[in-house]
């Protein structure tokens, strides 16, 4: 009797241990499940002209400290706009309603994230409120466009200032 | 020449039809071999927890060792934060599964194929059979589901460790930024990696344990004969293992 207690003692916390890492893994390395638990949260909207590839989940933050996460991402198709829903920290009540939202990129290959920055009224933003002064997703192929049309139009301006000289002038800063 | 090609295939083909044979008595007796736990609990210690100690100092370095490669190549394009991310994918999905499995038949794969077959050479199976006992069902089964169980459970300890010695050499050591390393892992790895790497050490756990009792029940009842059974389910398994894997990952995509 004492053995086979050992033994099933042995056997009950192997497999307690074994579930425990499975359910670490499901709820801890994945998005999913983070919301089951956890701190009492609110939700606030943004609309942004462009999200680039922004996820479900991505931090949110603020002076680059984590309050929350984008919860959910949809589009309105009245506006013409995309509508996040970023699921805050409860902790984090003070943020004034004149924040605004950006979209920035986490280092070279990162992925998106959320950054407020307060502004200065003195009310603060409540459940279900907007925030209404956000900047879209820094799209990398925008950019190059840009500097591909710059580039070609100072090359194209060039030659037409100089036409007889055939050597490439001097870059203009 | 022909002839000898043509009957090592056909041995071959039986050989491969025996084990499917097997897995099939192994799973119609499951049933009934679950009413009495108490068997299949001792082997879930046996295979299971004493593979623990294995398990864990593995998933540890195999942790640390992806921390610190991952960490290097990562570095080259700037963004050490993906670490995590990389740990994470390569251990849940393929690290975990496939070294757990390999352990797996190692520690305790040969346990039971060296175990049943000197049963087999000392003649307890046939005693059991003489005293009307099912070896199948009061000997193999057990040893079977108690690998099954303890397979999948086992590769999410191995993860975990390795996540932890990943997060070690990076965060502690190199100096990675501990929120970005869990919050990019997060927004990065799904709850489908987690059920593939899941469903690859089921499947691990299967193969393994058929291939181990397979391999010991039918041993040649000679010391030669246990040894080569023990010596078979490991190069057996390796070789399994690994094809499933592809396999499966395929699956997957």
């Known amino acids: ?173 | 020449m022909f002839r000898e090609l043509w009957e090592s295939f056909t041995d071959a083909l039986e050989g491969l039809g025996s084990v499917v044979h097997f897995l099939f008595r192994l799973v119609v007796h499951s049933p009934r071999a679950l009413l009495r736990f108490s068997l299949i609990s001792q082997q879930i210690f046996n295979s299971g927890a004493f593979s623990l100690v294995i398990i864990m100092l593995s998933g540890l370095f195999v942790g640390m060792v992806l921390g610190l490669q991952g960490f290097q190549l990562l570095q080259r394009f700037g963004s050490e934060e993906s670490l995590g991310v990389a740990a994470t994918i390569g251990l849940v999905k393929e690290l975990g599964p496939v070294v757990t499995a390999l352990l797996f038949a190692g520690r305790a794969g040969t346990a039971l194929a060296s175990e049943l077959g000197l049963m087999r050479a000392t003649d307890q199976i046939s005693a059991m059979e003489m005293m009307a006992v099912d070896p199948i069902q009061r000997v193999v089964v057990p040893r079977f589901l108690g690998g099954v169980i303890s397979m999948p459970l086992l590769a999410a300890i191995f993860s975990v460790v390795g996540i932890y010695g990943a997060q070690l050499i990076g965060v502690q050591i190199m100096g990675v930024d501990a929120g970005s390393f869990w919050s990019q892992m997060r927004s990065a790895v799904g709850l489908r990696d987690v059920t593939e790497g899941i469903v690859k050490s089921l499947i691990f756990g299967v193969a393994c344990s058929l291939i181990a009792v397979y391999q010991g029940y039918y041993a040649t009842p000679t010391a030669e004969g246990v040894g080569r059974a023990t010596t078979s389910t490991v190069v057996t398994s390796a070789v399994v293992i690994l094809f499933l894997d592809y396999l499966i990952t395929a699956a997957f995509l």
Request: glycine residues 10%; aromatic residues 10%.
């Open chain 1, 1 to 173: 009797m004492r053995k086979s207690r050992t033994l099933n003692l042995g056997t009950g916390s192997f497999v307690l241990l074994g579930f425990a890492a499975l359910f670490f893994l499901t709820t801890q390395t994945t998005s999913r499940g983070l919301t089951w638990f956890g701190p009492p949260r609110y939700e606030v909207i943004a609309k942004f002209d462009n999200v680039g590839d922004l996820k479900v989940g991505a931090p949110v933050s603020m002076s680059g400290v984590e309050i929350g996460r984008v919860a959910k991402i949809d589009f309105d198709s009245n506006e013409y706009k995309a509508v996040v829903q970023l699921r805050l920290n409860a902790r984090f009540d003070k943020i004034p309603t004149d924040s605004d939202a950006s979209i920035y990129t986490q280092g070279l290959l990162g992925g998106k994230f959320i950054g407020i920055t307060a502004g200065g009224a003195d009310t603060y933003l409540k459940d279900q409120d907007r925030i209404d002064f956000t900047q879209s997703a820094f799209v990398l192929e925008n950019l190059i466009g840009q500097v591909l049309a710059n580039f070609t139009k100072s090359k194209a301006d060039e030659q037409r200032a100089a036409p007889a000289d055939s050597k490439p002038t001097e870059k203009t800063k």
